[in-house]
């Protein structure tokens, strides 16, 4: 039987694969340097950088809580914004994949 781990190590390597705008990729950066953000904060950062909506942000950040499983969610109140925070026990695997990943796209650009 597969480990849990293994599963998420998987499903993150097959995340950057299709990664061309580069948006998935500086997500998970955020997430490893602020550990929790808002949709809103992460929109704000990422639009600096790149051309990006805030619903393509808000989608990309639910399929990582959903599909992944290496955030969780919390929300103080019913009239705060919803608030992603970077589970702890996928730190390290997050940032060999995300650099292991670079790495190799550097390699092949």
Avoid: Q, W
């Amino acid at each position: 039987m597969v480990s849990i781990r293994a599963k998420i190590k998987s499903r993150l390597e097959k995340f950057l694969e299709v990664d061309s705008s580069g948006y998935r990729r500086a997500i998970l950066c955020i997430f490893i340097k602020v550990k929790k953000a808002t949709i809103d904060e992460l929109h704000e950062m990422l639009s600096s950088r790149y051309n990006v909506s805030r619903n393509t942000v808000a989608s990309m950040v639910g399929y990582i809580h959903s599909k992944l499983g290496i955030l969780r969610a919390h929300k103080e109140s019913y009239k705060t914004p919803m608030v992603y925070l970077l589970r702890e026990e996928y730190v390290d695997l997050l940032m060999k994949i995300v650099a292991s990943t670079k790495k190799s796209t550097d390699s092949a650009a």
